[in-house]
């Protein structure tokens, strides 16, 4: 039995967008070819003809609204623009239009590149090759034409006439193949590579099943050998049909709408078998599953009605849509009114598959997308290798280093690179590859078939092209140029032209891995510890604590944890009693609300507090167990000279030295206090201060500014500045973390609210040494690090997840994310020599959330577990034994921080283990027996019955017939 399959996009739903995303009061000129789509987009730029007809409108598409007359435009100075597309493997503006004088214009960031005269009426289109650079495909309603805008050459390469005139081109996904729908109602389908052997076999033409005199538009479905035509039946229905390549004698299904002058415009998504039928001169959006191996192929989906006729359509770049919002497809339609005001509009409308929620990336609707980068280079293709379409992952976490990844494997260091020195060198590099490859394809014997018209052109031009190899590397006469070209009419070029230089593919293979350094602990892992180790049952946690904070604070006897009541609470519980907390337990009362909290690193029994009433207040929790009655005595409280307090840090290695965060005035700066005197003022600024933290050896305060978005490094004696770097881009909160005295790692927020994590240079911070984009999403990141394996965790607040990175050679590699069961408010770690080094746990944490406090470890697994893995955990910094006397410190002491070894007393470390024995492996397979205990089974089973029907006989003959005893 066969079962049908039915795409998993079938219950997505489009909408159009509010108006205030519109880009509206445009001056629209509707008048395009038959197989154009009325409208271009790349991943910055919508591109629609103007009311003149004479120049193309730049719409950025992240800011749409009323455009008027202040867009940018790209003019054509001899005629009205036909036809217009952009490149996939480019995303710098790259844009080709033919207009109705049959000239033609490449236009590369909004400036014009090279203009050529591809043909002497009307060039209906005008495209970019899908996978090779260079290669621009132009038509006329007699002609099709290919040509290599990289070459010296004003001829085009490959041509070929038709006795129908030609109303759509369509190149296959990977380049290989052409097709080109004409006016008789059917579509041909030909190798523009000029090799005959391959034209024998792949080149087609279909039935006739459009009617005649229709404009026919044809459409490969990416890579795969099948087509989508759209024309009209004899009695003028709107018709779609589905094709296999490989038998043309037949659609594989079709689809009939409601009868129009017009034709329908078909759109195709790759990644989700979905083609869109947009209805030209009407109203209507329909998708289809474009699937052949779907078990109803061209069945609709679903449809949107808009309120005005479009006249035009495109589908936005895969990397450009809302991915972590589902959203598998945005279609922007070009209409001349909408009710929007004067003019015509551009409406987005987006494709959203429905899911429960949309927190993690859902790898099941995004497969990996072709990437903006070619795929070959034109000797390459000329020559039949094979191709491989570079893709890129869509998981914003992932996607940039897939894309970095991708230009290194490909040879493209740098978007900005000179293209033209690049371009020379590929060609030098290839000519070699490209001589071989023709002379080994000029044995091949030619095969004499009877081809349309448009196939057995080319077959005449592959044979003189086969017989003469190297007529290309000649000068061309004007014979060999009409030989070449496949049209008598063709004229000779007077003189050279200076080539357009597109980037090219690397002549390295496209297959080729791009190699990374592996991280050391690549399978770290999460683990809930049992619940006996957690905190139960908490009442009255503060779920609104400040973001500039953290709710939960650890010691190494007590967890501090922020609530909700009169005059700023905080909740103290005994780190060895965990279990269920009772409804009222102990509590410190600050007196104002308490805007943050930490404790003394250098004594687990005291915890400062900091209030809206700017006091610094220093309690003492006594060593005893604790009740709702427990008294903590005051030690010591500073009133702050500022008017607001937002963080505060103790310093490192100097007991009594902390470092306060205060706004005074339109002014903050970091104050540094001792007892009751204040010190230091560091990074006084008008500019606001998201967060600061103190240098591991103390003796710097790296802090992040929220106007200028700049990270900036101050030496904590002298104040002065050391250096300033750019930071996040956004001005939402972020949060800073040393991973070493080298390094420093910052969490917050980029454009369009994506989650990112950079990694700085302390000596150098003109520019991060790397930085990764995590998802999307509003939850604040809060970095907290082991820095004896260089791994940075982030805190995922109002998120289930924690993510983990470690520092390889300057690079942020990802590392497994840990996911709990309930949403985090917040996590504290204990000093690294808390963790159970025996299980090969890295840290141990406390994770808050909004009932309870989960005890988590990060662990890794290790092959010779009862040995000490003292490869990584090297002794390590005790944080809990101050090293320098505060006063010495602030006099310009430096700190001599004392370390701890961490290997349990009895355990043998793992580099002086003995070599482990190595097994024996014997290869013979010995046979198994089982013992078949079916016949046993059995006999018990009859055994069983028969004991069961002699009780019931021995019943009934003792039954006396009364159911009453004596």
Known sequence: MRFARFNKYRNAVATVAARESWHSELAIDTSV??????????????????????????????????????????????????????????????VVFGDNQGAVSVWKDRSERLRLQAHTSSCVVAQFHPTVAGIVVTAASDEVKLWNVNSSSAEAFWSVPSSSAIDSVSLKGDGQLLSAGTHDGTFAIFDPRLKAASIGSAAGKACAFHAPGRPVR?????????????????????????WDQRNLSQPVASLALQPSTKPLIPLFDEDTNLAYLVEKGDCAIRWVDADPSSGAPLSELGSVILSSQISGCALLPKRQLKIMGGEIARIYVASDNCGAGAGGVVIPISHVAPRRTYLDFHRDLFPDTRAPLPAQTYDQWMAQEPVNVPRMTLDPAKSKESLDGLRKAYGIQNESSDSSTLSSHLRQANSTNSQKAELEKSTVDLQHEEQPDLTSAIATAAAEKVANPDQDKKPKTAEKIGDMCLHNQLKPPQQKRNPLSLPEASTRRAWLTNQRTHARFRYLEGVLYKPSENFTNLQNINQRFSQENDPIKISAKFIAVACVGTGGQIGILRRDSPGRVPEKFATIVHGADVIAMEFDPFDPMAITTAGADNKLQMWRIPDAPLSEE???????????????????????????????????????????????????????????????????DGERIALTTKKSKQIRLYDAHTQEQLGKGPAMDSIRPCRISWLSNNYICLAGFGTGSQRQIALYNASDMAQPLDKKTIDVGPGLLVPFVDPDCNIVYLDDRGSRLTHAFEVVENKLIELPKFESTQPSLGIA????????????????????????????????????????????????????????????WIGGAVAEPKYVDLCPQGMIPLSQAPPEAIRKRNFEIEPEYQEDNTKNAISAMLSRVDDLDEDEAEAKGNDSGSDWGD
């Not at 992240?62 to 036909?82: M, R, W, Y």
């Not at 890794?860 to 090297?874: L, M, S, T």
Request: hydrophobic letters at 40%; one cysteine or more; glycine letters at 8%.
């Open 218 to 242: 044809v459409l490969w479905l990416g890579e795969k050998p099948f087509l989508l035509s759209t024309g009209m039946t004899r009695i003028r229905e709107r018709s779609a049909a589905l």
């Open 630 to 696: 427990s008294f903590f005595d005051l030690e010591e409280y500073v009133h702050v000279t500022a008017d607001k307090i937002h963080q505060i840090r103790f310093h490192p290695w100097a007991k009594g030295v902390v470092a306060v965060l205060v706004s005074d005035g339109d002014e903050q700066a970091v104050y540094i206090y001792h007892g009751l005197m204040l010190h230091f003022i560091i990074g006084k600024t008008g500019e606001g201060i998201h967060s600061f933290a103190w240098s591991p």
């Open 829 to 888: 770690v204990l000093p690294k020599k808390y963790a159970d080094v025996e299980q090969s746990e890295l840290l141990r944490a406390y994770r808050l959330n909004a009932q309870s406090i989960e005890s988590v470890g990060f662990q890794v697994p290790r092959k010779r577990p009862e040995y000490f893995q003292d490869d990584i955990f090297p002794a390590t910094l005790d944080s809990e034994i101050p090293s320098v006397d505060a006063m010495a």
């Open 33 to 94: 070819s038959l197989g154009a789509d009325g409208l271009a987009v790349d991943s910055k730029h919508l591109y629609v003809k103007s009311a003149n007809g004479n120049s193309l409108q730049a719409l950025n598409v992240d800011n749409p609204g009323k455009a008027g007359h202040q867009t940018e435009c790209l003019f054509n100075a001899s005629g009205k623009i036909v036809d217009w597309n952009t490149a996939l493997y480019d995303d710098s503006g790259l």
